[in-house]
């Protein structure tokens, strides 16, 4: 996370010193085109290669790129094809590693402690943000955009030996799982094609075994995957359309991000240069949404699980978005801060106890593919309301905009609520 802040900053910097702006604006957009159109494929590639493989092998991809260009920019200077097919190989490479990074958890740690591994993810992505910055920076003042660039991937290249030394545990399907109702094979017994269209995630078909006495649930096993990418695809989707959580849990989610992503990106910077806070004043607003969405990581790193977890969610999504619309109102930068703090908070436990749901609630044949949905829906669809934020306030200001996404954000919350089986989920303990 820490090598990707880096890039991010180096490819802003780069193109903006070998092009127009317009050129350089195309040049941080132009990889999140592939990244959209490929997130589903690339939740197929995680369930049936497995995430553990697919990890290694997109992020030494991604080293690999970087380090290219870096030496390609030291040694002919600035230039924007270099960068636009970098920009392009990134959003390629984002689109299979993401759905595999969603799917690695179950992967590696027991149920009873997604939750705790989804707060320490938080913790690791507000930590990146707040050192990626500066050590970009320190890279271009060195190095200029290649030295920069070089840094970038040899932060990523650190990554991969790092996770080649990560263990798998044993993959096993818990009976029991909620929201199994209505699909064939949820609680492991086939899929709707029958038992050998279970695809594992650790990387092969998931035929499943006699139960394993030592604990007590039944293990799937490796086979040949059969059938096509676009037959798995569909199974995944369906699978998602009849879960009696998943469904709702991540409507709930894009519902949240549609109403969160608006005011906090393009709204926040308007409502500063209206208040007359500058870039200070907007810088100060956002670390107070960080070191709240950084207290909330902390908070469930250190306590591993909540009880009535959909509930408790439910509730930090309902007054979260009713902090957002009340940051619009604030009459001074402290109290702005002070919500934000707030807002950061509760949209962090929010998320991370939808993460986990999603984690605990899905099958394991299924990660990597529930995963790129909702990477799909925060990469893909979330994106579009932004310059539809920022057209609603020129038209009538950031007030009634700010409002409106707390009412879309706050649907989230009675969606959880009117949804009996997502209402009554729980964390295992």
Known sequence: MVGDNVYYLALSWAAVQAGTPSQAGLVMAVSAVPRALLMLGGGVVADRFGPRRVVIGSDAVRCAAVLAVAAVLFAAGPGLWPLVVLAVVFGIVDAVFMPAVGALPARVTSRDQLARVQGMRGLAIRFANVVGAPLGGLGVALGGAAGAFGLAGLLIAVSVPLLVSVRMRDLTTDAGAEGDAGVPGASGAASSSGASDAIGASGATGVLGAPDPDQGSTVVQEAVPPGSPWRDLRDGLRYIRRHRVLAPLLVAIALGELGFVGPLNVGLTLLADQRGWGASGMGAVLAGFGAGAGIAGLLLTVRGRLPHAARVAAAAILCGSVAIGALAFVPSLPAAVGVALLVGLLAGLSGALCGALLQTQTEPAYLGRVSS???????????????????????CGTGPVFVTSAAVCGLGGVVVLCSGALRRAQLPG
């Open 373 to 395: 949905v909702a990477g799909t829906v925060s990469l893909g669809l979330v994106p579009l309301s932004m310059p539809v934020s920022a057209a609603a306030i020129g038209w």
